[in-house]
């Protein structure tokens, strides 16, 4: 079986090589499993803060914002990036437009009513993106814009730069989860007009899972100090987030050996330049996609304009047996993932995001499928 890079480090500690394709997550760098390796230091120590400032400026670098803006990592998974967003940025009774085209867009509509929100919801048919014209029909009143860039559970990317344009006429304020964009898509915060954004360490920058990396726009931390109620979550309050990560005083311990990884990953994908993997992304989905056509795949998204590049959302060919041969794949030490609610058994999703948007993992499974399918 052929290696992916930290398979070569991952079989020196004993443990067998696997060909990790799901949609997150995602293979870690090998950069980021030796930072893991690190001797442990305390959260208020001076290097852990020094590392911290990298991390800021790195992570403004990614989103493309203003070496003023705020960011941070919470310590938590992509879910908790999203949630933050709601508990700081809406107070009971606010109205949030939430597009839904998605599992993931209907978390936010979730997580925005538990706020205390009331909740509009745009929609658009499954394997769509969301039409902005909805958007701009919908706009009217409401305090905060809630839309997921790429929806993971149908392979769908969403015109964020065009519901941006529409948003930031309207003096509500626009949250934008880019989990499964950050890092390998286009994203430009300050230029779209994007007050709040989040990913998860584990998708596109192969980090560990267990962090939230967020930025802030200063319009975000207004609306934020003139709240008239409490956030309700103390532990992702974005004034405590910024005790420790500007003020340098103690809020939370937070998992410094998971900075350090962060750290190493996000370098090297800023090493390795953005637009370079953004080009990676987009050659690999190509080369797979003329791989399984000829075995019957075809695309799920029928817009090409609407294909998520970091998830390959794949329509199984008539007859194929999906948990059966996914169980079979994973027994030769390959994972993917199938579809998710309406899309069960009708779709696989192939995760390009990060070290997985390699030939060498896909050239395993090309080989797996050949076999088990002929
Ligand atoms: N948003 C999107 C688009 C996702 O794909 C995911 C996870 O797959 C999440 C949010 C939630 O992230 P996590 O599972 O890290 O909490």
Redesign the pocket.
């Known amino acids: 079986m052929a290696m992916l890079p930290n398979d070569v480090f991952q079989t020196e500690l004993g443990h067998v090589a696997h060909t990790l394709l799901t949609?997150?997550p995602t293979p870690i760098h090998p950069d980021a499993v030796r930072a893991l390796m690190r001797p442990m230091l305390g959260h208020m120590d001076r290097e852990v803060f020094a590392l911290n400032r990298e991390i800021q400026a790195d992570l403004r670098q990614m989103y493309g914002t203003a070496p003023d803006t705020f960011t941070a990592l919470l310590a938590g998974?992509?879910?908790?990036g999203?949630e933050a967003g709601f508990a700081n940025l809406v107070e009971p009774g606010d109205t949030v437009l939430v597009c839904a085209n998605g599992s993931?867009g209907r978390?936010m509509a979730e997580m925005a009513a538990r706020a205390g929100a009331q909740v509009r919801v745009v929609t658009a048919p499954l394997g769509e993106a969301i039409d902005p014209a909805d958007v701009a029909d919908q706009l009217d009143g409401a305090q905060l814009v809630a839309v997921?860039h790429?929806?993971?559970?149908t392979g769908v990317l969403n015109p964020v730069p065009q519901i941006a344009e529409l948003v930031r006429g309207s003096g509500a304020l626009l949250t934008v989860?880019a989990?499964?964009t950050a890092g390998m898509e286009p994203f430009s915060m300050d230029a779209w007009g994007v007050d709040y954004v989040y990913t998860?360490a584990?998708?596109c920058l192969s980090a560990p899972?267990g962090l939230?990396p967020v930025a802030v726009s200063e319009r975000a931390f207004e609306r934020f100090f003139a709240r008239r109620t409490p956030n309700p979550s103390w532990y992702s309050d974005f004034g405590g987030l910024r005790d420790y990560w500007v003020h340098q005083t103690y809020h939370h311990t937070v998992p410094v050996n998971l900075h350090f990884a962060f750290h190493a990953a996000l370098r090297a994908a800023l090493n390795e330049g953005l637009e370079t993997r953004q080009r990676r992304v987009q050659q690999m989905g190509e080369a797979i996609f003329a791989a399984l056509a000829p075995l019957g795949f075809s695309h799920y998204v029928p817009q090409p304009a609407a294909r998520l590049p970091t998830v390959l959302a794949l329509r199984l060919p008539e007859g194929l047996d999906d948990a059966g041969t996914r169980t079979r794949l994973r027994d030769r030490g390959i994972s993917i993932t199938g579809g998710l609610g309406p899309t069960a058994g009708l779709i696989w999703r192939l995760g390009l995001m990060g070290e997985a948007a390699r030939p060498e993992p896909y050239r395993d499974l090309m080989v797996a499928l050949q076999e088990l399918l002929d």
């Open positions: 949609p997150g998974t992509g879910s908790l999203m993931f978390r997921v790429g929806e993971t559970s989860d989990v499964t998860g584990q998708k899972p939230a």
